[in-house]
């Protein structure tokens, strides 16, 4: 099939990659005209397991190729759209880059070779919106809206593009155009065995943004016990263990530490929140705003400790923060707990290095109180402190005894609950980890 993908950020980047690999002809669109041109050279944009070689087959087979023209997409069946949708200043999710697409697409497709197109919205937005741009598109007959909510994950962008947990398709009440297009686009990943879930627009919207807004509330969950923990000398690690056996629970998303971060949830959360509100049923959402403010006290928390450490005074004291992306697998810094915690210990007057083994290029440049140190143990060398941030794999594999003969001062503070204790304590560090009693 003929695919246009519109908006190559993350999700866009990842899902003409795919449609590629799937077998697609496919055209990729952007107004970001360096992007493309990044793209089109073959560099991945961000660090993402497998994308840089699957953009490159594909490059090579001539299946895919970028433009900053939206009218290059004028011969496509199948056109997906996945324009950001940032948080707006109330908080709500901000869709002008969707109805700027929508215009434009309305203008390429009055007159398309096509007798009949898909266009398909993958981007994440407030229940409503597929109805109202179907309402817009119905001007041209030619022209199907589905909606189709992508669940990918940044770091395994690609295996859950095309092995994911279930398809959803949101679509008009005629909806046999889109199910017949929808079914030929992802045919392999559907003769896999996965199953496929076909509602109206207004349920698949729900379900992108109810999937995201629970994963919150279970980190908010085990981060409440977390703060019980401390309170009582209890582990939030064998806490989280436990009750996960429980399979009506689940292990997964039970990891208590410093929170999320990330391009998606926490403004995922404020926007449920305030479409919630628009739709009067604001008031059942309000444990919502606890699961978000839960999440921004839990990236006090080891600035507090460091506080409570050094008397108050941070004057001075150098800390090493390890990890700058909002988590492993990633080169991420949007709403990352690790750069939020550097700055604030930077803006108590602490000497903030940081160190991260992808995310360092993009924040260059960024944060001045801040100094970026590729080589782990130089970062590490001469801290009175040192706060574990993000938990990639060469953090946790850190031997304490040689950490030991780097720092000035043996003292940890571990964010994300993933350091063996004893080990740490064995080769002398005072250890402070959220969440596990004293
Ligand atoms: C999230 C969802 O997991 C995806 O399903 C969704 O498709 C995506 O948002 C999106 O809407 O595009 P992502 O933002 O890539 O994916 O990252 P997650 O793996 O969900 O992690 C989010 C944050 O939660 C990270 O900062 C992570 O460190 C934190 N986290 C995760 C915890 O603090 N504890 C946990 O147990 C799990």
């Not at 990842?14 to 697609?24: D, T």
């Amino acid at each position: 099939m003929k695919i246009s993908v519109i908006g190559l950020g993350y999700l866009g980047a990842v899902h003409a990659v795919c449609m590629a690999e799937l077998g697609h002809d496919v055209v990729g669109i952007d107004v970001d005209t360096e992007r493309i041109a990044k793209l089109e050279r073959g560099e991945a944009p961000f660090f993402e397991p497998d994308f840089p070689e699957k953009l490159s087959a594909a490059l090579e087979r001539g299946t895919l190729r970028f433009s900053a023209d939206l009218s290059d997409v004028r011969e496509c069946d199948v056109h997906f759209v996945c324009v950001g949708t940032p948080q707006g200043s109330d908080g709500s999710a901000d869709l002008g880059a969707l109805h700027a697409v929508r215009e434009g697409l309305q203008k390429v497709l009055a007159d398309s070779t096509r007798e009949k197109v898909l266009v398909v919205g993958k981007s994440t937005v407030p229940v409503g919106t597929a109805r109202g741009l179907s309402e817009a598109f119905a001007e041209l007959p030619n022209i199907e809206l589905a909606w189709n909510p992508e669940f990918l994950r940044e770091g395994y962008a690609v295996k859950d593009t095309l092995g994911p947990d279930r398809l959803v398709y949101g679509v008009h009440e005629d909806q046999q155009f889109s199910i017949a297009h929808l079914d030929a686009v992802y045919a392999p990943i559907l003769e896999a065995g996965t199953p496929r879930l076909v509602y109206g627009y207004e349920s698949a919207e729900l379900v992108k943004v109810s999937a995201n807004a629970f994963l919150a509330t279970k980190i908010s969950f085990v981060n409440a016990v977390a703060e019980m923990c401390e309170a009582t000398g209890a582990d939030v690690v064998e806490v989280a263990e436990a009750i996960g056996l429980d399979e009506r629970i689940g292990r997964r998303f039970l990891k208590a530490g410093i929170g999320f971060g990330g391009g998606c949830l926490p403004k995922d959360v404020r926007a449920f929140i305030a479409s919630a509100e628009e739709h009067g049923v604001g008031d059942s959402f309000e444990f919502l705003r606890n699961v978000d403010r839960i999440n921004q006290k839990r990236r006090a928390r080891p600035v507090q400790l460091a506080l409570e450490h050094f008397g108050g005074n941070l004057a001075g004291v150098p800390i090493t923060v390890l990890g700058a992306a909002f988590k492993p697998y990633s080169d991420d810094v949007r709403d990352s707990p690790a750069i939020d915690i550097a700055l604030s210990l930077a803006r108590h007057g602490a000497d903030v290095r940081i160190t991260d083994p992808q995310a360092l290029d993009v924040v260059r440049g960024r944060y001045e109180e801040l100094t970026l140190v590729d080589d782990l143990e130089e970062a590490m060398s001469g801290a009175r402190l040192l706060i574990l941030a993000t938990e990639w794999q060469i953090y946790r594999d850190l031997d304490p005894e040689r950490v030991a003969e780097l720092v000035a001062e043996r003292v940890v503070i571990d964010g994300r609950g993933v350091f063996d204790l004893a080990r740490w304590r064995k080769a002398g560090f005072e250890i402070m980890a959220l969440g596990r009693g004293d």
